[in-house]
């Protein structure tokens, strides 16, 4: 049992909001793994940072990732920060990861910066800034798709996304 799809992105980038309408529109479930993290700590993603630090986060997110690549039929949809970890970039292999790409002025009108980032906390922009810089690089490495969200409607990223997965499985059943 594989994901259909994985999503990665940076914060702002719609991977919440289009996991939830993609998997809606498949048929299928979809799983946070920031969401499965709070679940499993008992307490949110800012409490972790702040109480136990960001390498525990990461530990955690990284178990996270793991069982639900390795368990969940659905729509992944990872923190943005996931992709970090080497172990999670060899487990995310074969995959079709489709990276939300957006630009800085769309991330901060859709998250406003204010909430729940540990990792924007101060001088989010530049922060922002500096975490794409980061990880754009793996985020385009991992990419079997990406799709910019800029200026774009929820339904029609998910239909470029669903038409990529539809083509995608023709392919594999008529190779295989």
């Known amino acids: 049992m594989r994901p259909v799809a994985v999503l990665t992105g940076p914060p702002g980038s719609g991977k919440s909001t289009v996991g939830v309408a993609l998997a809606e529109r498949l048929g299928l479930t979809v799983l946070d793994t920031d969401a499965l993290v709070e679940h499993r700590a008992g307490t949110s993603i800012t409490d972790i940072f702040v109480d136990q630090g960001e390498a525990s986060f990461r530990a955690l997110e990284k178990a996270a990732v793991a069982d639900a690549l ?49 990792l924007l906390a101060l001088n989010p922009r530049g ?47 008529q190779d295989g």
Request: hydrophobic share 45%; net charge negative.
């Open 70 to 118: 390795a368990e969940h039929p659905g729509v992944v949809s990872l923190g943005g920060g996931a992709v970090l970890d080497p172990d999670t970039q060899e487990l995310l292999a074969g995959h079709r990861v489709v990276f939300l790409d957006v630009s800085l002025r769309y991330a901060a009108r859709r998250s406003g910066f204010d909430q729940g980032r540990p």
């Open 127 to 173: 922060q922002w800034l500096q975490l794409m810089a980061d990880r754009r690089p793996i985020y385009e490495r991992l990419a079997w798709l990406r799709v910019n969200t800029d200026e774009r409607e929820v339904a029609d990223i998910v239909a470029e996304i669903a038409a990529a997965i539809e083509s995608d499985a023709n392919q594999r059943s």
